[in-house]
């Protein structure tokens, strides 16, 4: 690859206008950047400006503004060349000094763990104090994260020029910490990208099985959705649209590797290894478009996902179906606008540059690419959570659950999308939205039907949450709940009720119910408990023959533990025996 500064002004200028002022602080910053690495090498034997340029060239190409893509090549000045950041800021202003002043301090922090947990106390601290800045950054201008996240993706494409020992760290870091966050900030193909680089390192025998046994099926695929792609290209046409580009979506390797895992490795029952994309102008068009794909074959029942009229929680948008295609096979499709295309590639980058060009070409000059950043709720949302934690090992913990883990989203009953880990229960959701609603949490009701609390949530639920005033948390809620900041609130309205004398330890119950089974039977014994303002706190089942044993415990006092048995006799027929004892 030629380096040179003509190069770089022509991908950065590809998709916007930059002023002669810009330009000339870009050729400025390239030679500034160029004479101060001047003799310096990588590990791979490269010159060492070479890592300054790219991670700027990546910057262009998720179109960013001027100064961010000025701060890409001088990111390493001020840390590793005899040029201070002083000097940056006199030649280049206090914006440029600030983003590169940025990245030097996340360039500090340095991911460990062993065996699963921190090396030691006093190194659980340092780490999570090194992220806390992290997040600082993130959430005072997003752009350091962006200029982190390109110069990380270099690193990781030259990551095996550096020793072996150092690898694995460096693989983990960007699998747990970069990757996460970039799919947090809506950049799902970098956060792919992130993850398929580091998977080698991270499992080198996965990596080699999939090697050996996906690629003849990716080729497989494409070619048959090149039939596909002829198809679908011909009833467009015929039906007046013209799709901005059809192209294929081969599924990562490393998110292959997740899918596979769940079914036991079973390369057919992966019907996205190749997905068709479909790009067109409109929104209206992608509806059209689905409309279209439905009458040539039939959709999977389960299988639609409309992201455009309920966006992911990290902005994603697009259409996708599974139909049986030709020759009755399963064939996911993708459609979206170019927009929408732009932003799943690019994700925030690209959400700030339609900003702009909805408000004109001269709004650049007006304010900072970044200025409203306040936009995005997450920035929000992630600036308040941090200081919930004041223990390291907490904060350490609960930023990789409640925030970089895996994700699904569910909705309240008046449409918002709540984010959540995977396997979050109603009480994770119930803190999510307020304090006081997990705090008075009695029931909840899932697509309405009623559910245990313990239940755990799929994405796309429908979550309502039953409250009763004189109701607080339970501390068996600490062995069922996924989130950190739900597990905090709990034990701290758990410490009040002890502290003010309120909380007398009521005993646990567990009901023993055996009754004909028939459908909705637990439904009806359920509701009972919520009538009678009972919090039940598991429910397990076992069927023999024709009937059903139903076991549900949960804090009552004796009184009106008798109460229920009676309730439950006279209400439901199917009921041949009940009784309880006390757990605790």
Same mark, same amino acid.
């Given at each position: 690859?030629?380096?040179?500064?003509?190069?770089?002004?022509?991908?950065?200028?590809?998709?916007?206008?930059?002023?002669?002022?810009?330009?000339?602080?870009?050729?400025? !910053?390239?030679?500034?950047?160029?004479?101060?690495?001047?003799?310096?090498?990588?590990?791979?034997?490269?010159?060492?400006?070479?890592?300054?340029?790219?991670? !700027?060239?990546?910057?262009?190409?998720?179109?960013?503004?001027?100064?961010?893509?000025?701060?890409?090549?001088?990111?390493?000045?001020?840390?590793?060349?005899?040029?201070?950041?002083?000097?940056?800021?006199?030649?280049?202003?206090?914006?440029?000094?600030?983003?590169?002043?940025?990245?030097?301090?996340?360039?500090?922090?340095?991911?460990?763990?062993?065996?699963?947990?921190?090396?030691?106390?006093?190194?659980?601290?340092?780490? !999570?104090?090194?992220?806390?800045?992290?997040?600082?950054?993130?959430? $005072?201008?997003?752009?350091?994260?962006?200029?982190?996240?390109?110069?990380?993706?270099?690193?990781?494409?030259?990551?095996?020029?550096?020793?072996?020992?150092? $690898?694995?760290?460096?693989?983990?870091?960007?699998?747990?910490?970069?990757?996460?966050?970039?799919?947090?900030?809506?950049?799902? =193909?970098?956060?792919?990208?992130?993850?398929?680089?580091?998977?080698?390192?991270?499992?080198?025998?996965?990596?080699?099985?999939?090697?050996? =046994?996906?690629?003849?099926?990716?080729?497989?695929?494409?070619?048959?959705?090149?039939?596909?792609?002829?198809?679908?290209?011909?009833?467009?046409?015929?039906?007046?649209?013209?799709?901005?580009?059809?192209?294929?979506?081969?599924?990562?390797?490393?998110?292959?590797?997740?899918?596979?895992?769940?079914?036991?490795?079973?390369?057919?029952?992966?019907?996205?290894?190749?997905?068709?994309?479909?790009?067109?102008?409109?929104?209206?068009?992608?509806?059209?478009?689905?409309?279209?794909?439905?009458?040539?074959?039939?959709?999977?029942?389960?299988?639609?996902?409309?992201?455009?009229?309920?966006?992911?929680?990290?902005?994603?948008?697009?259409?996708?179906?599974?139909?049986?295609?030709?020759?009755?096979?399963?064939?996911?499709?993708?459609?979206?606008?170019?927009?929408?295309?732009?932003?799943?590639?690019?994700?925030?980058?690209?959400?700030?540059?339609?900003?702009?060009?909805?408000?004109?070409?001269?709004?650049?000059?007006?304010?900072?690419?970044?200025?409203?950043?306040?936009?995005?709720?997450?920035?929000?949302?992630?600036?308040?959570?941090?200081?919930?934690?004041?223990?390291?090992?907490?904060?350490?913990?609960?930023?990789?659950?409640?925030?970089?883990?895996?994700?699904?989203?569910?909705?309240?009953?008046?449409?918002?999308?709540?984010?959540?880990?995977?396997?979050?229960?109603?009480?994770?959701?119930?803190?999510?939205?307020?304090?006081?609603?997990?705090?008075?949490?009695?029931?909840?009701?899932?697509?309405?039907?009623?559910?245990?609390?313990?239940?755990?949530?799929?994405?796309?639920?429908?979550?309502?949450?039953?409250?009763?005033?004189?109701?607080?948390?339970?501390?068996?809620?600490?062995?069922?709940?996924?989130?950190?900041?739900?597990?905090?609130?709990?034990?701290? !309205?758990?410490?009040?009720?002890?502290?003010?004398?309120?909380?007398?330890?009521?005993?646990?119950?567990?009901?023993? %119910?055996?009754?004909?089974?028939?459908?909705?039977?637990?439904?009806?014994?359920?509701?009972?408990?919520?009538?009678?303002?009972? /919090?039940?706190?598991?429910?397990?089942?076992?069927?023999?023959? /024709?009937?059903?044993?139903?076991?549900?415990?949960?804090?009552?006092?004796?009184?009106?533990?008798?109460?229920?048995?009676?309730?439950?006799?006279?209400?439901?027929?199917?009921?041949?025996?009940?009784?309880?004892? %006390?757990?605790?």
């Amino acid at each position: 690859m030629v380096v040179n500064v003509k190069n770089l002004l022509a991908e950065a200028q590809k998709t916007r206008e930059f002023s002669k002022t810009d330009i000339g602080l870009i050729e400025k !910053a390239f030679v500034v950047a160029q004479k101060a690495h001047q003799g310096q090498k990588r590990k791979s034997g490269e010159p060492y400006f070479n890592h300054s340029y790219n991670t !700027a060239l990546k910057l262009a190409e998720w179109q960013l503004d001027a100064k961010t893509v000025c701060a890409g090549l001088l990111h390493d000045v001020a840390e590793d060349t005899k040029t201070s950041l002083e000097e940056i800021k006199k030649e280049f202003g206090e914006e440029i000094s600030f983003l590169v002043d940025g990245v030097t301090k996340l360039g500090k922090f340095k991911y460990r763990v062993e065996n699963g947990k921190s090396n030691s106390a006093n190194h659980v601290q340092l780490q !999570a104090e090194n992220i806390r800045k992290m997040l600082l950054a993130i959430s $005072q201008d997003l752009r350091v994260i962006l200029i982190k996240l390109a110069d990380r993706l270099h690193n990781m494409k030259t990551l095996s020029a550096i020793p072996i020992q150092k $690898q694995k760290r460096i693989a983990l870091e960007t699998s747990e910490i970069y990757a996460p966050l970039a799919y947090r900030l809506g950049m799902q =193909n970098l956060s792919g990208e992130l993850e398929d680089l580091a998977f080698p390192y991270l499992y080198p025998d996965e990596y080699r099985w999939l090697i050996e =046994n996906v690629k003849e099926k990716y080729e497989e695929r494409e070619k048959y959705l090149e039939k596909v792609k002829i198809v679908i290209e011909k009833n467009l046409k015929e039906s007046g649209i013209e799709p901005e580009k059809i192209d294929f979506r081969a599924k990562r390797y490393s998110s292959l590797y997740k899918k596979l895992l769940h079914q036991n490795m079973n390369l057919e029952q992966i019907y996205d290894l190749v997905a068709l994309r479909i790009i067109v102008k409109t929104v209206e068009e992608c509806y059209s478009v689905l409309g279209i794909i439905h009458q040539l074959w039939p959709p999977m029942p389960g299988r639609i996902k409309d992201y455009i009229a309920m966006p992911k929680p990290n902005g994603y948008r697009s259409l996708h179906t599974t139909v049986l295609c030709l020759d009755n096979k399963p064939t996911e499709l993708q459609i979206r606008t170019t927009e929408m295309h732009q932003e799943a590639e690019n994700g925030i980058a690209a959400h700030w540059l339609y900003q702009q060009k909805k408000k004109g070409k001269d709004y650049l000059h007006k304010k900072p690419v970044f200025a409203e950043q306040k936009e995005l709720a997450w920035v929000e949302q992630l600036r308040n959570w941090q200081k919930e934690f004041s223990d390291s090992e907490e904060f350490l913990q609960s930023l990789k659950i409640d925030f970089l883990k895996d994700r699904m989203f569910v909705m309240t009953p008046k449409g918002k999308v709540v984010d959540l880990p995977v396997n979050a229960t109603p009480i994770d959701f119930a803190y999510a939205i307020h304090t006081d609603i997990g705090d008075h949490c009695v029931g909840a009701r899932i697509n309405n039907k009623i559910v245990p609390l313990d239940y755990q949530l799929q994405s796309g639920d429908l979550v309502e949450i039953l409250t009763q005033k004189s109701k607080k948390p339970s501390e068996s809620w600490l062995h069922s709940v996924k989130t950190n900041i739900a597990k905090k609130k709990i034990r701290a !309205a758990i410490k009040e009720k002890e502290y003010s004398g309120l909380l007398k330890s009521a005993p646990v119950f567990e009901f023993k %119910i055996v009754a004909l089974d028939r459908i909705g039977l637990l439904k009806d014994i359920s509701s009972i408990f919520y009538r009678s303002h009972i /919090n039940i706190q598991s429910t397990n089942t076992s069927s023999s023959g /024709n009937y059903r044993t139903i076991k549900i415990r949960c804090e009552i006092d004796k009184e009106k533990a008798a109460k229920v048995v009676l309730k439950l006799k006279e209400s439901i027929k199917e009921i041949k025996e009940v009784g309880y004892k %006390i757990m605790k």
